[in-house]
């Protein structure tokens, strides 16, 4: 992911990108903490008015979406509470259709199949079936089958050991140890449901249902 956004120099080779690349999914988009929800949407608009403009998701449901979640988009980004933080951060990234979508694991892309963002999935797969290109790090199997159609397994010197069929890669992986034990339990409790405690989250002390 590093290397992909260009903060880190390729060992061989080099990275060529044909498209504007989105921040992280559920990054705070370099917005100041004293700015609200509103002088950040109108920033944010301003300078990426081309992705938002081919967006399959209007202003008019991501701020449906923020209200839905009781947040006024008056309150500045510093007074929302942790939860809300993580919607509004996660709703945002969702909102412009960049050509590109990065979505390393992060507890947003835990937070994004939680039960409370139902709503944010649906825009995401809006703007996936609309064209954006995702590319994901994800080590979750739930998430990688609702928006992933192909899989690359990487060995540990970053060589392609697998490039294909997304089924496949998990089975590559799985058949080959490339995915850890606590890996491999997270997908379970993601699978069946089970209550996982997000200990990455900015709500560390609570369970998300998932």
């Not at 449901?61 to 809300?84: M, V, W």
């Not at 909102?95 to 507890?107: E, G, Q, T, W, Y």
């Not at 058949?175 to 850890?180: A, K, R």
């Amino acid at each position: 992911m590093a290397t992909l956004s260009d903060l880190v120099t390729p060992i061989s080779g080099e990275v060529v990108l044909q498209g504007t690349l989105s921040w992280p999914l559920g990054g705070q988009g370099g917005l100041h903490s004293s700015l609200t929800i509103n002088n950040g949407f109108e920033f944010l608009a301003s300078v990426y008015g081309d992705s938002l403009e081919k967006s399959q998701v209007s202003p008019d449901e991501f701020f449906d979406a923020i209200n839905s979640q009781l947040i006024d988009s008056s309150t500045p980004l510093k007074d929302l509470s942790r939860g809300q933080k993580d919607f509004f951060f996660t709703a945002l990234s969702i909102l412009f259709s960049f050509d590109i979508c990065i979505a390393p694991h992060s507890k947003y892309l835990m937070y994004l199949m939680s039960k409370e963002a139902k709503l944010l999935r649906q825009h995401f797969r809006k703007q996936i079936e609309g064209g954006l290109c995702m590319i994901s790090t994800s080590k979750n199997n739930r998430f990688k089958r609702e928006f992933c159609n192909r899989g690359m397994v990487l060995g540990p010197l970053g060589e392609v050991m697998f490039d294909g069929d997304l089924e496949e890669a998990i089975a590559f992986s799985r058949q080959n140890d490339i995915i850890d034990n606590s890996s491999e339990a997270d997908d379970n409790q993601f699978d069946y449901g089970e209550t996982l405690t997000n200990s990455d989250s900015l709500q560390s002390e609570e369970d998300i249902d998932f």
